[in-house]
């Protein structure tokens, strides 16, 4: 017989294995990050560290997508992206705006382009 976990214990795993590990590097890197200055070498590093790591994330949901997102053609995702960009871009630098426009045109690329 295959032990099942009650709901206590999954939850209790998922804090331990997937939130503490990553809780532990956030709280040093917001000790550490009081110290370094906003213009500073060190703070365009790490400025330009993220921004490579996200467009990194982008490209591969753009061109390797994983499961769900391969069967959405490829002119729908990048009229996706470029559409969250127009959206961020024209409403005030929101980010907010600019996710919401980007899933907007993704469903209705998915609903125009079903296969």
Do not use: D, N, Q, Y
Request: glycine share 10%; hydrophobic share 65%; net charge positive.
């Amino acid at each position: 017989m295959i032990p099942t976990l009650t709901e206590g214990a999954a939850v209790l795993i998922v804090v331990l294995v997937g939130f503490l590990p990553t809780e532990v590097w956030r709280s040093l890197a917001v000790l550490a990050g009081r110290r370094v200055e906003a213009g500073s070498e060190v703070f365009h590093w790490v400025k330009a560290v993220a921004t490579a790591l996200l467009a990194a994330v982008v490209a591969r949901l753009l061109f390797a997508p994983a499961a769900p997102l391969v069967a959405v053609p490829l002119l729908v995702r990048l009229g996706a992206v470029a559409g969250g960009v127009a959206g961020f871009a024209l409403l005030r630098r929101s980010v907010f705006a600019g996710v919401l426009v980007g899933e907007l045109v993704l469903a209705a690329g998915i609903l125009l382009f079903a296969r």
